[in-house]
C-alpha cells in the first residue's frame, strides 16, 4: 500500500478520497441528530404509501392533513415525493414560492389554512420539472437535508406523502424519520389493489410500524340522478382488509371537482365541506385520531438535547 492511498478487498481509495467520504458521513450524521432533534416536538408522524402511482395519494394526505387540523389538530405535511412535489400545489402554493430561511440557517414551513404546515422541495425549486433529473441519492440526500433544517414547532400530526412504490428510496426515506408511528395505505378498488396492500403491509413491517389502515379512493362515482357506479370495481378494499386484519378508515368517492380543485391550486376540503369525499375525510380523520392516540406517542428517538449540543 502506497502512502499516498489506502486498499480496500483490492478497491483502492485515494487519500483525499478517503476524507471527502469521512466528511460527508460527518455531515450526514449532524444531519440526522438534527432531524431527531426537531422531530422531537412532533408527537404523531404518519407516512401515506402505496405501491402504485397515481392513486390519490397526495390528494389523500392533503385533504387528511386539512380534516385533522379542521378538528383542532396542530398539523404539518412533509412532501417526501422529490421527484413529484404535488402537496403544496393541493393545499393551494405556487412552486418556487419559498420558505423563510431564519439567520440561524433553520427553515420556516409554510401555513395555509385551516392552519396546516407544509414544507416541499416544490416551495424551493424555480419550476416543476427540475427534481425529476435527480437520481436517487440526491433526491434522498435533499430530503436529510431539508428534514434537518425545517422548524416544525409543536405539531400534533406530521403527515408525510411518500413516493410511490416500497422500493429503496421509500425505504431510505422512512428510515431517515424518527419513529414513525404508522403508515396509511391508499389504494383504488382493483384486483391489483391486493397486491399492492400486501407489499405495504411487508414494508411497514420492516420499519417496525404498524398499519393504521387503509383509504380507497377512487372508490365510486355518484351518478346525478344518485345511483352509484363502481367504475373500478366493488368489494376488493373489504375484502384486505379482513385477509389482513387491517382496517379500513374509509372510501372516497370520484369527484371532477376533485381534480379542478388539485389543478387549479385550490384546497378541495375547504371548499366543498357538503361534499361526500369532504364528509369521508372528517370521519377518516376521527378514526386515525382514534387508532393513533391509542397506540400513543413513541419515545423520543435517542439523540443530544439542546443543551448537551451547546445550544
Ligand atoms: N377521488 C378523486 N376524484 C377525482 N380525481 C381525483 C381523486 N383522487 C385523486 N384525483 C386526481 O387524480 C390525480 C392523481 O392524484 P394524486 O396526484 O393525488 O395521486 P398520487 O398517488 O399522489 O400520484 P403520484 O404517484 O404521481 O404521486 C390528480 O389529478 C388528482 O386531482
Ligand atoms: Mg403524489
Redesign the pocket.
Given at each position: 500500500m502506497s502512502g499516498e492511498s489506502s486498499s480496500r478487498r483490492g478497491f483502492r481509495v485515494s487519500r483525499s478520497e478517503y476524507k471527502a467520504i469521512a466528511e460527508r458521513m460527518k455531515t450526514i450524521q449532524e444531519q440526522q441528530m438534527r432531524i431527531v432533534r426537531n422531530m422531537r416536538s412532533i408527537k404523531y408522524k404518519v407516512a401515506v404509501i402505496?405501491t402504485k402511482?397515481?392513486?390519490?395519494?397526495?390528494?389523500v394526505t392533503t385533504s387528511l392533513a386539512a380534516a385533522l387540523a379542521s378538528r383542532g389538530k396542530r398539523v404539518g405535511v412533509f412532501d417526501a415525493?422529490i421527484a413529484?412535489p404535488?402537496v403544496h400545489k393541493m393545499l393551494g402554493l405556487q412552486t418556487g414560492m419559498g420558505m423563510l430561511s431564519l439567520p440561524d440557517g433553520s427553515i420556516k414551513p409554510l401555513e395555509v389554512p385551516p392552519g396546516v404546515k407544509v414544507a416541499s422541495i416544490g416551495l424551493l425549486i424555480p419550476m416543476d420539472e427540475v427534481p425529476l433529473i435527480w437520481r436517487g441519492a440526491i433526491k434522498t440526500s435533499a430530503i436529510r437535508e431539508m428534514l434537518a433544517y425545517v422548524e416544525w414547532g409543536e405539531l400534533d400530526y406530521l403527515l408525510i406523502d411518500l413516493p410511490?412504490g416500497t422500493g429503496d428510496e421509500v425505504l431510505t426515506i422512512t428510515q431517515i424519520i424518527p419513529n414513525i408511528s404508522g403508515f396509511i395505505v391508499v389504494t383504488i378498488p382493483s384486483e391489483v389493489a391486493k397486491s399492492v396492500v400486501k407489499k405495504a403491509v411487508s414494508f411497514a413491517k420492516r420499519i417496525n410500524a404498524p398499519v393504521i389502515g387503509i383509504i380507497e379512493?377512487?372508490s365510486y362515482f355518484r351518478c346525478p340522478d344518485g345511483s352509484v357506479n363502481y367504475i373500478f370495481g366493488k368489494g376488493a378494499a373489504e375484502e384486505i382488509a379482513s385477509q389482513y386484519g387491517i382496517e379500513l378508515l374509509g372510501k372516497?368517492?370520484?369527484?371532477?371537482r376533485?381534480?379542478e380543485a388539485?389543478?387549479s391550486g385550490r384546497i378541495f376540503f375547504m371548499e366543498n365541506r357538503d361534499s361526500e369525499?369532504a364528509k369521508a375525510f372528517l370521519e377518516i380523520a376521527d378514526r386515525v385520531i382514534e387508532i393513533v392516540e391509542k397506540i400513543g406517542p413513541k419515545p423520543p428517538a435517542w439523540g443530544p438535547t439542546l443543551e448537551e449540543e451547546g445550544g
Open positions: 402505496s402511482g397515481g392513486v390519490g395519494k397526495s390528494f415525493d413529484g404535488s410511490p379512493n377512487m372516497i368517492p370520484i369527484d371532477p376533485i381534480r388539485n389543478d369525499a
